[in-house]
């Protein structure tokens, strides 16, 4: 079974190595960082299944640095046990108001226990966010769940379903190692277009292979939508060999077992905004299937919008 990866933020360099040593004696994975920048850039490049987070940190301090983590969407998901020698209440209430999932006092923590406290975390984490394990985005259950409160509270809101057009062919040409390397792609880039494009309470999630779904206000959707369109055209044919990528194209077999030339990857994104017609769960799903059928037939790497 892979080790589960810990995230140590904590300027003090005694207390990282002491932590650090007692942690990979309990076959943990652990990475430090000296500050709360540098935590943050190894959160989104490493992706570590939880962070440690110390509070008293010059510069950018714990709840500070906590904040970033669970407002930026490639690191919202994974748990945060902040760590201060401060047992007071108000602070505990703070770094929990701020996203934390788990308050230690330095001067409080039994080594013994430790490894058991952050692997209960995760056993939680798990089961609720129902993370996709190759993006780590919030799954199924977390989507479901993000639509139905927006509809609940009466927000307006848009949903963008993404599909990653002829990917089964890339997918079968260049191995599943290489489509992986795809669909972590496509995770990035539309991240980045909700971060240029969105708004910081936007969600981003995964529904499982080559489908993703983002969840905007109605004023966004468009200009995410062209950003992530425009980022994938630019990059995508990096994933190819140089002769592929010259052709533009590919040959494989559809899915009646035909020989056929099958263009670059692109993607196609379908943007509902419920309304009076639409107004559940199931009405937006079935109303994006019918958009996304007519974007792919046309040939993808482009979006269509409900209502129109």
């Known amino acids: 079974m892979a080790q589960e990866k810990v995230l140590i933020v904590d300027d003090e360099v005694d207390n990282l190595s002491l932590l650090r040593m007692r942690l990979e004696a309990e076959k943990f994975e652990v990475f430090t960082a000296e500050s709360g920048k540098e935590g943050i850039e190894k959160a989104k490049r490493l992706r570590p299944d939880i962070i440690i987070l110390d509070v008293n940190m010059p510069g950018m301090d714990g709840f ?7 407002e930026n969407i490639e690191t919202a998901h994974i748990p945060v046990v ?6 007071t209440l108000d602070n505990k209430l703070r770094g929990l108001d701020g996203g934390a999932d788990d308050y230690l006092v330095r ?21 609720t966010i ?10 199924n259950v977390v989507i479901d769940r993000e639509i139905k409160n927006r509809i609940e509270k009466g927000k307006s809101f848009t949903v963008g379903y993404t599909d990653i057009d002829n990917f089964k062919a890339y997918n079968d040409y260049y191995g599943f190692k290489n489509g992986d390397r795809v669909i972590l792609f496509v995770a990035r880039v539309l991240s980045e277009a909700i971060r240029i494009a969105g708004n910081p309470s936007d969600f ?9 779904i983002f969840i905007t206000t109605p004023d966004k ?25 010259e052709k533009g194209y590919i ?18 994104i379908v943007l509902v905004t419920p309304d009076k017609y639409i107004s559940d769960l199931d009405e937006i ?9 007519k974007v792919k037939e046309a040939g993808g790497d482009d979006f269509a919008v409900y209502p129109t």
């Not at 939508?225 to 990528?245: K, M, T």
């Not at 899915?255 to 990857?265: A, S």
């Not at 799903?285 to 059928?293: F, G, Y």
Request: glycine share 10%; net charge positive.
């Open 251 to 268: 040959i494989g077999h559809n899915r009646e077992g035909k020989i056929q030339k099958f263009p670059l990857i692109s993607i196609s």
């Open 285 to 293: 799903s079935r109303v994006a299937s019918i958009l996304k059928k």
């Open 221 to 245: 959707g468009v200009d995410i939508a062209n950003e992530a369109l425009l980022a994938v055209r630019n990059g995508i044919g990096s994933f190819y060999s140089p002769e592929d990528r």
């Open 82 to 87: 902040m760590l201060t020698c401060l047992g």
């Open 204 to 212: 981003l999630g995964h529904i499982g292979g080559d489908d993703f």
């Open 130 to 139: 129902s993370a996709n394990p190759l993006t780590h985005l919030p799954g």
């Open 64 to 70: 500070e640095t906590c904040r970033r983590l669970k």
């Open 107 to 127: 001067d409080e923590i039994d080594y013994r226990e430790i490894s058991a406290r952050l692997r209960s975390i995760l056993r939680r984490a798990s089961a």
